[in-house]
């Protein structure tokens, strides 16, 4: 059997910096932001915090952090895999985050043919 492929993944720094928030603010969850004021960034909330639409979409969780994307944003990046980092700099305005010094970063990487064909064949998430 084989292993189901992960949408979105972190580094082992971003990881880090997921323990410090939630050891500040409690069980988090994200959001990958589509632009507007914030830009193509992801946010970080308390959980419970950001109000999620029927159309949203969960791409798996980062250390049990569930993660989100909008379903137009997702019609984009639906063939890449998001790798979230942190990076010197402020966080998004509405982001945990914000104010720390340092904030996450989404890079990404295209899926090869055989994880797209994985990917159509996996049963979609919560």
Same mark, same amino acid.
């Given at each position: 059997m084989t292993a189901n492929i992960?949408?979105?993944?972190?580094?082992?720094a971003a990881l880090a910096f997921i323990g410090e928030l939630?050891?500040?603010?409690?069980p988090l969850m994200f959001f990958q932001s589509g632009g507007c004021c914030d830009g193509s960034t992801p946010m970080c909330y308390a959980a419970g915090e950001f109000d999620l639409s029927d159309t949203d979409v969960y791409l798996g969780n980062l250390d049990g952090?569930? /993660?989100y994307i909008g379903l137009?944003? =997702?019609?984009?990046?639906?063939?890449?895999?998001?790798?979230i980092d942190v990076v010197d700099g402020n966080g998004g305005m509405f982001s945990l985050d914000n104010g720390t010094g340092r904030r /996450?970063?989404?890079?990404?990487?295209? =899926?090869?043919?055989e994880e797209n064909g994985q990917l159509r064949a996996q049963a979609p998430g919560p």
């Amino acid at each position: 059997m084989t292993a189901n492929i992960e949408r979105v993944l972190a580094t082992p720094a971003a990881l880090a910096f997921i323990g410090e928030l939630r050891r500040r603010h409690g069980p988090l969850m994200f959001f990958q932001s589509g632009g507007c004021c914030d830009g193509s960034t992801p946010m970080c909330y308390a959980a419970g915090e950001f109000d999620l639409s029927d159309t949203d979409v969960y791409l798996g969780n980062l250390d049990g952090a569930p /993660f989100y994307i909008g379903l137009e944003q =997702f019609g984009y990046w639906e063939h890449t895999q998001l790798i979230i980092d942190v990076v010197d700099g402020n966080g998004g305005m509405f982001s945990l985050d914000n104010g720390t010094g340092r904030r /996450f970063l989404t890079r990404s990487r295209l =899926f090869t043919d055989e994880e797209n064909g994985q990917l159509r064949a996996q049963a979609p998430g919560p």
